[in-house]
């Protein structure tokens, strides 16, 4: 059922003033759908290959650091790229309205045009917006530049790819660590549940049921475990 919510006054200023940042939902979502496939497909190569627990558990830790901090780097550096850019831009506009505020209004009058609004109201809107020159700044980098509507964070960026990846990427190791007996078994099982329970978290923020995204994400992380076993099994002795 698609998530429902309220409309008295304070339910809306709660919402509006709660700014949901939807690339830190993205972040953790493919960190941890990410950090599951990897990991469990490195055990199922290695067992596939028929080495040992310690190989699985070496390789295993060697790829949720490694690769958790490579993907967080990558993260951090894309993120940060477009902060730059968009305090670059806000430079831009802000040195544009101070040296040809008309053609600047042309501009915000045009967006308002293609968003439906005629007439005086336009134009009164228009005279609105460019009062507050943050908020006006901000209108252009969004509809000209297609830049988010507040200053991106690369530090928390990666922090959430990160700690989304090494939770997820453990767990799947967790039978190998703890010494269970019939590892695999418990591995493959603990990284079809995950693979799962990341597919129906993600169905809060979609129109699909939990249970269709829940096998969706399965389905992704079974395929790729099952690639990585049957090239492992190439290698067997």
Do not use: C
Not at 153 to 164: N, S, Y
Not at 221 to 235: E, I, K, N
């Amino acid at each position: 059922m698609a998530h429902e919510h309220g409309h008295s006054p304070e339910e809306i200023a709660a919402r509006l003033d709660a700014q949901i940042d939807s690339t830190r939902l993205r972040d953790a979502i493919f960190g941890g759908i990410d950090g599951t496939v990897t990991t469990f497909a490195i055990v199922a190569g290695v067992q596939g290959a028929g080495l040992s627990t310690g190989i699985v558990v070496a390789l295993g830790l060697a790829n949720v650091l490694a690769d958790g901090f490579s993907m967080a780097a990558g993260n951090y550096a894309g993120t940060k790229a477009i902060a730059d850019d968009r305090r670059r831009l806000w430079a831009v506009e802000e040195r544009h309205i101070r040296k040809n505020r008309q053609g600047e209004l042309d501009e915000l009058d045009q967006i308002l045009a293609r968003k439906g609004l005629r007439g005086d109201v336009r134009k009164d809107a228009g005279a609105m917006i460019s009062e507050d020159q943050d908020q006006w700044i901000t209108m252009m980098l969004s509809e000209e530049y297609g830049l988010p509507a507040t200053d991106p964070r690369p530090i928390r960026a990666a922090l959430v790819i990160f700690g989304a990846f090494v939770a997820a990427g453990l767990l799947p190791l967790l039978p190998y660590l703890i010494g269970l007996g019939a590892a695999f078994s418990w591995s493959i099982g603990i990284a079809g549940l995950t693979f799962f329970g990341i597919g129906a978290i993600k169905a809060r923020w979609s129109l699909a049921s939990w249970w269709r995204s829940g096998l969706e994400t399965l389905l992704i992380g079974g395929t790729a475990a099952t690639l990585a076993f049957g090239v492992g099994r190439l290698f067997h002795p």
